[in-house]
């Protein structure tokens, strides 16, 4: 744990439920003070926060639709009133429209690109220049085995996921000079409750034979939050059992 980490908050995208609630917690673990944002379900966000205090770190949940410019920038002025900077960014907010591509609707379509690399782009860009002043952030942006592989229905959602490994990649080599780091993780199956219905035949086709945990996808973004991983940057680590 950094001795640092008190004074570095984390943003956490869509960290009411799944891989980004296991996120928060080992953000909280490390010792970073964590904001839980959530664009609908209030409650969850607070029962995250809620785990968080009582295991003695600290949280406060954030409710904006990351999707929304305007809202996004309004929500972060706020959020930095705090003297201390956000120095860690988990970009894990994404929802799927599935739909085969001839019948995937414009709204289908926009509603994911918007959430999932618009997400990106309306946390990320106001966030940079306070990294830039310390010297030091942490950029994960969460992708998917989608954008690495493909996947029947997901022409959307693949798309997105892998406009994220460009935007990851590319941010990385701007950045690196600043002691900034921005990496992606892309899990593969991962028992979630969008997750819930996948098919025993599925989980056969990993090697591993088994669906992923939130916990252990959390347990890289924490390595990638770490000062233990200041020399990683513009990679993409799958936790996917071997599926790729």
């Not at 609630?21 to 379900?41: D, K, S, T, W, Y």
């Amino acid at each position: 744990m950094s001795n640092h980490a008190s004074e570095r908050r984390a943003l956490v995208t869509g960290g009411s439920r799944g891989i980004g609630a296991a996120v928060c917690a080992e953000l909280a673990r490390m010792g970073h003070p964590v904001i839980v944002n959530f664009q609908r379900n209030a409650e969850a966000a607070e029962e995250v926060v809620a785990q968080i205090r009582a295991a003695g770190g600290e949280a406060e949940a954030a409710g904006f639709d990351v999707a929304d410019t305007t809202a996004t920038k309004a929500a972060l002025d706020k959020l930095l009133e705090d003297s201390r900077p956000i120095s860690i960014i988990v970009n894990n907010a994404g929802i799927v429209r599935d739909a085969p591509l001839p019948a995937m609707s414009s709204e289908q379509w926009n509603e994911v690109i918007k959430t999932s690399l618009g997400g990106f782009f309306n946390v990320t860009q106001p966030l940079l220049m306070q990294m830039v002043a310390k010297r030091w952030g942490r950029i994960i942006n969460m992708s998917s085995v989608s954008a690495l592989k493909g996947n029947r229905g997901q022409t959307n959602y693949a798309a997105a996921k892998a406009g994220i490994l460009g935007a990851t990649r590319s941010l990385a080599i701007e950045m690196a000079k600043r002691k900034i780091t921005v990496n992606a993780v892309a899990p593969g199956l991962i028992e979630t409750d969008m997750t819930s219905d996948v098919p025993d035949f599925v989980q056969k086709m990993i090697p591993m034979q088994r669906m992923g945990k939130s916990e252990e996808v959390a347990a890289v973004v924490g390595f990638l939050a770490s000062d233990a991983a200041s020399y990683v940057t513009g990679q993409v680590i799958g936790v996917d059992g071997g599926f790729l």
